[in-house]
């Protein structure tokens, strides 16, 4: 779940906390879906599990450049793929 969050140089803003918890959550509820795993418990028990384990994730994220029509992009994917286009 969740390679490295790869993002566009030169343009954009620092990347901060919440941004970058958001799309960790996205993308982390996107692959969930990918594996048929829907239920919200299972899910956020899953999400949290794997947040905790790899806080490096989120941490290195964090001040990474982003812009505004890339977290949108996030928002709207709906496949591990795009979500990965939308931070290239």
Known sequence: MLGA????????HPAGREECEA?????AEIE????NIVDPKV???RIAAVRD?????IDRC?????T?????CVRQA???DQVDRCLE
């Open 43 to 45: 899910v956020e028990e």
């Open 5 to 12: 969050l790869p993002f566009a140089s030169g343009c954009g």
């Open 23 to 27: 799309i960790f959550q996205r993308s």
């Open 68 to 72: 505004d029509s890339a977290m949108a």
């Open 62 to 66: 964090v001040g990474r450049r982003i």
């Open 53 to 57: 384990a790899r806080k490096d994730l």
């Open 32 to 35: 969930l879906r990918a594996q």
């Open 78 to 80: 709906t496949t591990p």
